[in-house]
């Protein structure tokens, strides 16, 4: 399938929604599980378009984890329990549960804005994720400004590179720790025992080949859970890691997605870098649900013995 194709059957549409990344999925009810041949026509289309939005979703907490394990186990949150219902979901909202809106000081409101960082999800684990899919509950208005969720993708950000940048990042690893984000903001609660028991620091290659596509290459790093390069000195890595953060926000690989009410986006993890866009959090309400498909296993990086 092309990345520009156009699917259709008698039932839903496959349409691209940008020439870097992205797909609308329109006419198709995720609500009840998919059969075989659906399955294997969106599983096709996610790893084409890297981003998938199923409009027009109603799903409760228990339909969206059910849709979410027709793609793999899911991930437990190592998180203390702060704006989600269950420990497979969590709620990226600045509002609780219980649905009172946080003030902007609360240390639940400032943990979203950790997320405003480009990242990629759960890669401070060992294993980091294949696949998160969130639900939109609450949006914003139309006219208010932000909220959006930016993508950048990484296969064209590595394709971009000179050929000298792309071999001095060959044999690197980046350090990636969930505790990062109490640096960029102190004010947060320390992190527990428990928590740095269940995820401890760990490293990723800075290039990620994929055997899934042919081993093509993207670059695999996060902004919001850290900022150091193994086998370089502090300043040497957070320099070089500057320089990779700018170059992956560039205009020419990015995807922005304006979310309507019942919006279910499910994007790779293993390929796209994504964070939210600042807004009024103090006048604008915004609950998104998320669920975490887990990765296969470690991932692979240039010296790794299947590339």
């Given at each position: 399938?092309?990345?520009?194709?156009?699917?259709?059957?008698?039932?839903?549409?496959?349409?691209?929604?940008?020439?870097?990344?992205?797909?609308?999925?329109?006419?198709?009810?995720?609500?009840?599980?998919?059969?075989?041949?659906?399955?294997?026509?969106?599983?096709?289309?996610?790893?084409?378009?890297?981003?998938?939005?199923?409009?027009?979703?109603?799903?409760?907490?228990?339909?969206?984890?059910?849709?979410?394990?027709?793609?793999?186990?899911?991930?437990?949150?190592?998180?203390?329990?702060?704006?989600?219902?269950?420990?497979?979901?969590?709620?990226?909202?600045?509002?609780?549960?219980?649905?009172?809106?946080?003030?902007?000081?609360?240390?639940?409101?400032?943990?979203?804005?950790?997320?405003?960082?480009?990242?990629?999800?759960?890669?401070?684990?060992?294993?980091?994720?294949?696949?998160?899919?969130?639900?939109?509950?609450?949006?914003?208005?139309?006219?208010?400004?932000?909220?959006?969720?930016?993508?950048?993708?990484?296969?064209?950000?590595?394709?971009?590179?000179?050929?000298?940048?792309?071999?001095?990042?060959?044999?690197?690893?980046?350090?990636?720790?969930?505790?990062?984000?109490?640096?960029?903001?102190?004010?947060?609660?320390?992190?527990?025992?428990?928590?740095?028991?269940?995820?401890?620091?760990?490293?990723?290659?800075?290039?990620?080949?994929?055997?899934?596509?042919?081993?093509?290459?993207?670059?695999?790093?996060?902004?919001?859970?850290?900022?150091?390069?193994?086998?370089?000195?502090?300043?040497?890595?957070?320099?070089?890691?500057?320089?990779?953060?700018?170059?992956?926000?560039?205009?020419?690989?990015?995807?922005?997605?304006?979310?309507?009410?019942?919006?279910?986006?499910?994007?790779?993890?293993?390929?796209?870098?994504?964070?939210?866009?600042?807004?009024?959090?103090?006048?604008h309400r915004r609950v998104l649900r998320r669920t975490t498909v887990a990765g296969a296993g470690p991932i692979s990086g240039p010296f790794s013995a299947e590339s």
């Open positions: 399938m092309s990345s520009t194709e156009v699917v259709r059957s008698n039932d839903y549409v496959v349409q691209p929604v940008s020439n870097v990344l992205g797909a609308e999925v329109i006419g198709l009810d995720v609500s009840e599980p998919l059969d075989v041949g659906t399955l294997a026509v969106i599983g096709q289309a996610f790893i084409d378009h890297h981003l998938l939005v199923f409009r027009d979703q109603s799903l409760s907490d228990e339909a969206q984890v059910a849709f979410s394990k027709q793609f793999g186990q899911l991930e437990a949150f190592p998180e203390a329990d702060k704006t989600k219902s269950a420990i497979e979901i969590y709620n990226v909202a600045n509002v609780s549960p219980k649905g009172e809106q946080f003030d902007i000081n609360d240390h639940r409101a400032i943990y979203q804005k950790v997320n405003a960082r480009f990242h990629t999800d759960s890669s401070y684990r060992t294993i980091p994720s294949l696949a998160s899919i969130m639900y939109g509950i609450e949006v914003l208005p139309d006219n208010a400004q932000g909220g959006e969720t930016e993508f950048s993708n990484m296969f064209l950000a590595y394709d971009a590179l000179s050929e000298q940048i792309k071999a001095r990042l060959e044999p690197l690893h980046m350090v990636h720790y969930y505790e990062f984000g109490r640096r960029l903001y102190p004010e947060l609660p320390p992190v527990s025992i428990e928590e740095r028991r269940m995820v401890p620091p760990v490293t990723h290659p800075v290039i990620r080949v994929h055997p899934d596509r042919n081993n093509r290459r993207s670059l695999f790093i996060t902004t919001n859970a850290g900022n150091e390069i193994g086998g370089m000195t502090l300043e040497e890595g957070q320099a070089l890691h500057a320089e990779l953060a700018e170059h992956v926000a560039q205009p020419q690989f990015c995807h922005r997605h304006r979310w309507q009410r019942g919006d279910l986006v499910m994007w790779d993890n293993r390929c796209l870098l994504h964070r939210a866009i600042d807004y009024d959090m103090a006048a």
